[in-house]
């Protein structure tokens, strides 16, 4: 790397570490990212119904959280958080605490439907059905387009009783402020240098390979994720053992690690993209 790239990953994660760290899956250019890849795989008729339903966003009535843009709606859930009690009652439909130390049981953990992965399920519902008001259906959009992104960051699927990582404080090669621990690294620095390394991830994906990595359904695709949590994200920063190591009092990923983990943080951010395009096309295609 270079002095003046040096300089400016620095001073990015500056910048990082003045914001707030609500415990968000992906940053703002993760979860673009993931909406960009999907809009550039859609068919022609399933983008024009995508942005019929951005056109109505405006409904939504939340002047601070934007919505004029696919983008924006991508980010929406998360702003809209922060709204206090009109929204409020979403947070626990971002994630879905799935033990990484027993067998893999997602209905214990959606059991009331309150789960990322029963709510991209509703909004495939509310996205289908036309005699919805237009309002609903675009909150539906923003919520599909942003949780199914959730979905794919491994901390959202796989949990080791720390809130997805967030109680693991964590150094991301030479930088370790307190603020910093495992769940933002992967759905902050670590996904952002994963989509910057690299060919561009948003791209025309030949059919062939978007269909293998389309394969398969939302329950699917929470083992999948759950997995990539339990072999890779928590091994790497607790230990290989981690149902039965004690986490160290701050966990390092250092470039070797770092470098390890950007294929599987790559891969997860294409997966999204790509079944996002899929869920799209079934939806309003």
Same mark, same amino acid.
């Given at each position: 790397?270079?002095?003046?790239?040096?300089?400016?990953?620095?001073?990015?994660?500056?910048?990082?570490?003045?914001? =707030?760290?609500?415990?968000?899956?992906?940053?703002?250019?993760?979860?673009?990212?993931?909406? /960009?890849?999907?809009?550039?795989?859609?068919?022609?008729?399933?983008?024009?119904?995508?942005?019929?339903?951005?056109?109505?966003?405006?409904?939504?009535?939340?002047?601070?959280?934007?919505?004029?843009?696919?983008?924006?709606?991508?980010?929406?859930?998360?702003?809209?958080?922060?709204?206090?009690?009109?929204?409020?009652?979403?947070?626990?439909?971002?994630? /879905?605490?799935?033990?990484?130390?027993?067998?893999?049981?997602?209905?214990?953990?959606?059991?009331?439907?309150?789960?990322?992965?029963? /709510?991209?399920?509703?909004?495939?519902?509310?996205?289908?059905?036309?005699?919805? =008001?237009?309002?609903?259906?675009?909150?539906?959009?923003?919520?599909?387009?942003?949780?199914?992104?959730?979905?794919?960051?491994?901390?959202?699927?796989?949990?080791?009783?720390?809130?997805?990582?967030?109680?693991?404080?964590?150094?991301?090669?030479?930088?370790?402020?307190?603020?910093?621990?495992?769940?933002?690294?992967?759905?902050?620095?670590?996904?952002?240098?994963?989509?910057?390394?690299? =060919?561009?991830?948003? *791209?025309?994906?030949?059919?062939?390979?978007?269909?293998?990595?389309?394969?398969?359904?939302?329950?699917?695709?929470?083992?999948?994720?759950?997995?990539?949590?339990?072999?890779?994200?928590?091994?790497?920063?607790?230990?290989?053992?981690?149902?039965?190591?004690?986490?160290?009092? *701050?966990?390092?990923?250092?470039?070797?690690?770092?470098?390890?983990?950007?294929?599987?943080?790559?891969?997860?951010?294409?997966?999204?993209?790509?079944?996002?395009?899929?869920?799209?096309?079934?939806?309003?295609?």
């Amino acid at each position: 790397m270079t002095a003046a790239k040096c300089i400016a990953a620095l001073l990015a994660l500056a910048l990082f570490a003045l914001t =707030p760290a609500p415990a968000f899956a992906y940053g703002g250019f993760g979860h673009e990212t993931i909406a /960009q890849i999907a809009m550039a795989n859609v068919s022609p008729r399933t983008r024009a119904a995508v942005m019929a339903l951005v056109r109505q966003a405006g409904t939504l009535d939340t002047k601070t959280c934007a919505t004029r843009t696919v983008e924006n709606l991508s980010v929406w859930p998360d702003c809209a958080r922060s709204l206090g009690p009109r929204f409020s009652y979403t947070a626990s439909w971002h994630y /879905q605490n799935v033990n990484i130390c027993k067998a893999f049981d997602l209905k214990s953990a959606c059991k009331d439907g309150n789960c990322v992965s029963a /709510q991209i399920e509703r909004d495939m519902k509310l996205l289908k059905d036309k005699s919805i =008001p237009a309002r609903e259906r675009a909150m539906a959009l923003s919520f599909l387009i942003h949780f199914t992104g959730d979905l794919h960051m491994p901390l959202h699927a796989g949990d080791h009783g720390d809130l997805g990582g967030n109680q693991i404080k964590a150094a991301y090669g030479i930088y370790a402020p307190d603020r910093l621990n495992l769940h933002s690294i992967w759905d902050g620095v670590l996904a952002e240098r994963a989509i910057t390394t690299g =060919p561009s991830l948003v *791209r025309r994906y030949a059919p062939d390979e978007a269909a293998m990595l389309q394969a398969g359904n939302v329950e699917d695709w929470s083992r999948e994720s759950w997995q990539v949590s339990r072999a890779l994200t928590y091994p790497t920063a607790v230990g290989d053992t981690p149902c039965t190591t004690a986490p160290p009092a *701050r966990a390092r990923l250092d470039n070797a690690t770092i470098e390890k983990l950007l294929p599987a943080a790559k891969l997860q951010i294409e997966r999204a993209g790509l079944r996002l395009a899929r869920l799209l096309d079934e939806a309003l295609g």
